[in-house]
């Protein structure tokens, strides 16, 4: 990303994602219809993949975060794992990562008990083995992104 005036607009939305071509005019030094062409310019390059709100967990119901570590309970076994569990839709986020586990799972859920009926849910959709770290409080998350 070496355009300044990009960086200066992805920032911004990175930010805000609300901000109003407007706004971002404003902040870049553009007019509103260059800041639209650059916009789509960064959609269509798949710099920019998608608007969405930000939920809060608690108020809709999922107050409970957790990260669960999961290997496969036979190493010789098919590595699909985030195939076989893409329909549990608590899991927020599937990552592969290095170390003894093969994929780390990010979770919210409503209760214990139903971090409980996941985990079980988890095992045996993909017959991985589980390890559970229950998040006590966050501090950040959905920081921007800033190029």
């Not at 800041?35 to 608007?51: M, N, P, S």
């Not at 549990?88 to 971090?115: K, N, Q, W």
């Not at 996941?118 to 017959?127: G, N, Q, T």
Request: charged content about 25%; overall charge negative; glycine content about 4%.
């Amino acid at each position: 990303m070496e355009d300044p005036v990009d960086r200066a607009i992805l920032a911004e939305m990175s930010r805000d994602g609300r901000a109003t071509l407007a706004q971002l005019s404003e902040t870049v030094g553009l007019s509103v219809s260059a800041v639209q062409a650059r916009l789509r310019r960064l959609e269509t390059r798949g710099v920019i993949t998608g608007y969405r709100a930000l939920l809060d967990p608690e108020q809709v119901g999922t107050p409970l975060s957790a990260f669960i570590e999961i290997t496969p309970l036979d190493p010789a076994q098919p590595d699909i794992a985030p195939e076989q569990l893409e329909h549990l839709t608590a899991i927020e986020a599937c990552h592969s990562i290095a170390g003894d586990a093969s994929y780390m799972l990010f979770v919210r859920v409503a209760s214990p008990r139903a971090l409980e009926d996941l985990v079980r849910d988890i095992r045996l959709a993909a017959s991985v083995n589980t390890r559970t770290t229950v998040v006590l409080q966050t501090y950040y998350e959905n920081r921007p992104v800033l190029p």
